[in-house]
């Protein structure tokens, strides 16, 4: 860990904002893609991440990086390193237009209440729906006046306790990007749930985020090689004495404090990103036997070695695809402000080292026994069991 000098940062295009409250955790969220480090409404201080009302996180976001026609490009949105590549909405639309705000869904909320109503203009954005009736329309109507929800009734797409959804796109233009390069055509549906605490404490400390991506083909009918980041700036009380570790198996990353916290105490808690579901992909001999050798998985023909999924939540269920598999993830990647060997990324290139894992932002081999930042000369030859995998989520501190 190191010292880093802090800075007030502004939102950038930021129009809607409200409070995750799950009691002891609480987290900002921004229609513009921040996660922390957002003006509530009626506010005059930037709101953040808390535990027991002490802050945990700074700002938290995410990274794309990927080729349209053979040029690299990569975008983002993390306030901390100044990267605002994100506006509210659909790609076209006016970011200030009142519904593109963040609709929210209460289990406790009426049915057919306003919020179900409103739900309706989330649809339009590209929201989820249970279609109960099967018409392919979202039309919340309590069709037998019994006053509560039936099975071949619409509803909207809750999941858990509450649920925060938005739609933000890479529409900002390219003089205003740390990474001078052009929109994509990207949009990104983001879904915020809380979950009850059932038989685990832990669902009271955990806040889910969804991410669905995609590419509208206004840029390029396929965008190639695309590698995706969570990425948080995480100040667990007191930000000096913040260290970040990695749980590959467990697909997390996470900030402790290795002694007694300015802020916290001895109980300083820690803070994790766990990567619970990857999308599915098509892995020629590992998901599935080319056997016509065309290159692509035709079902009927080819041999399927393994069946990826994707959970849409109790109410939608679950897709299944014989033939693919899910991405895992392979492993975190630190970065420090203003640190030259491992500080901010500057262009689209430096970010991608960062998303392969085990290169400085210059693309200089990182190497666990021998790196500055980390414990690898307290390990001595064990270091050698612990290589640098491509990454997935990244921290910055």
Same mark, same amino acid.
């Given at each position: 860990f190191s010292q880093i000098e802090k800075v007030n940062l502004v939102s950038h295009n930021e129009t809607d904002a409200l409070l995750i409250d799950k009691g002891r955790l609480k987290v900002a969220i921004g229609n513009n893609g921040s996660i922390g480090d957002v003006k509530l409404p009626n506010a005059d201080e930037y709101a953040y991440g808390y535990y027991d009302d002490i802050t945990f996180l700074f700002a938290g976001g995410s990274y794309l990086s990927g080729y349209s026609n053979d040029t690299l490009w990569a975008n983002g949105f993390l306030t901390a390193?100044? $990267?605002?590549?994100?506006?509210?909405? #659909?790609? *076209? %639309?006016?970011?200030?237009?009142? #519904?593109?705000?963040?609709?929210?869904?209460?289990k406790s909320d009426?049915?057919? *209440?306003?919020? !179900? $109503?409103? !739900? #309706?203009?989330?649809? %339009?954005? /590209?929201?989820?729906?249970y279609d109960g009736d099967n018409d392919g329309v979202y039309n919340p109507v309590d069709k037998n006046n019994n006053g509560k929800w039936d099975i071949d009734e619409d509803k909207p797409d809750l999941i858990g306790n509450e649920t925060f959804w938005f739609v933000i796109n890479d529409g900002v233009p390219k003089e205003e990007r740390r990474f001078k390069v052009d929109p994509q055509g990207i949009e990104i549906r983001v879904t915020c749930f809380t979950s009850s605490n059932g038989s685990s404490d832990a669902f009271n400390n955990t806040i889910f985020i969804r991410y669905e991506i995609e590419n509208t083909g206004l840029i390029d009918d396929k965008l190639e090689d695309?590698?995706? @980041?969570?990425?948080? =700036?995480? =100040?667990?009380g007191n930000y000096n004495d913040d260290l970040v570790g990695s749980f590959i198996k467990g697909r997390s990353g996470?900030?402790? +404090?290795? %002694?007694?916290?300015?802020e916290y105490g001895a109980d300083a808690p820690e803070s994790f990103v766990t990567i619970l579901e990857w999308p599915p992909i098509y892995w020629k001999g590992n998901s599935y036997n080319d056997i016509n050798g065309n290159g692509n998985y035709d079902e009927g023909i080819d041999l399927p070695l393994d069946t990826a999924y994707v959970k849409h939540g109790e109410l939608l269920g679950e897709d299944f695809y014989p033939g693919a598999l899910n991405l895992i993830t392979n492993s975190i990647m630190q970065y420090m402000k203003s640190t030259p060997s491992i500080g901010d990324p500057d262009d689209p290139t430096e970010l991608r080292?960062?998303?392969?894992?085990?290169?400085?932002? #210059?693309? =200089?081999?990182?190497? $666990?026994?021998? !790196?500055?930042? *980390? +414990?690898? @000369?307290?390990? /001595?030859?064990?270091? +050698?069991l612990f290589p640098f995998k491509g990454v997935t989520i990244i921290v910055l501190i």
């Amino acid at each position: 860990f190191s010292q880093i000098e802090k800075v007030n940062l502004v939102s950038h295009n930021e129009t809607d904002a409200l409070l995750i409250d799950k009691g002891r955790l609480k987290v900002a969220i921004g229609n513009n893609g921040s996660i922390g480090d957002v003006k509530l409404p009626n506010a005059d201080e930037y709101a953040y991440g808390y535990y027991d009302d002490i802050t945990f996180l700074f700002a938290g976001g995410s990274y794309l990086s990927g080729y349209s026609n053979d040029t690299l490009w990569a975008n983002g949105f993390l306030t901390a390193s100044r $990267i605002f590549d994100y506006l509210p909405g #659909k790609v *076209g %639309e006016d970011p200030a237009d009142a #519904k593109l705000k963040i609709y929210k869904l209460k289990k406790s909320d009426k049915d057919f *209440g306003e919020s !179900w $109503i409103e !739900w #309706k203009t989330a649809v %339009e954005l /590209g929201a989820k729906f249970y279609d109960g009736d099967n018409d392919g329309v979202y039309n919340p109507v309590d069709k037998n006046n019994n006053g509560k929800w039936d099975i071949d009734e619409d509803k909207p797409d809750l999941i858990g306790n509450e649920t925060f959804w938005f739609v933000i796109n890479d529409g900002v233009p390219k003089e205003e990007r740390r990474f001078k390069v052009d929109p994509q055509g990207i949009e990104i549906r983001v879904t915020c749930f809380t979950s009850s605490n059932g038989s685990s404490d832990a669902f009271n400390n955990t806040i889910f985020i969804r991410y669905e991506i995609e590419n509208t083909g206004l840029i390029d009918d396929k965008l190639e090689d695309v590698y995706f @980041s969570f990425t948080q =700036d995480t =100040d667990l009380g007191n930000y000096n004495d913040d260290l970040v570790g990695s749980f590959i198996k467990g697909r997390s990353g996470f900030i402790y +404090n290795k %002694e007694e916290d300015d802020e916290y105490g001895a109980d300083a808690p820690e803070s994790f990103v766990t990567i619970l579901e990857w999308p599915p992909i098509y892995w020629k001999g590992n998901s599935y036997n080319d056997i016509n050798g065309n290159g692509n998985y035709d079902e009927g023909i080819d041999l399927p070695l393994d069946t990826a999924y994707v959970k849409h939540g109790e109410l939608l269920g679950e897709d299944f695809y014989p033939g693919a598999l899910n991405l895992i993830t392979n492993s975190i990647m630190q970065y420090m402000k203003s640190t030259p060997s491992i500080g901010d990324p500057d262009d689209p290139t430096e970010l991608r080292y960062y998303q392969f894992g085990g290169k400085s932002h #210059k693309g =200089d081999s990182l190497h $666990i026994s021998s !790196w500055g930042f *980390g +414990n690898g @000369s307290e390990l /001595g030859a064990d270091s +050698n069991l612990f290589p640098f995998k491509g990454v997935t989520i990244i921290v910055l501190i």
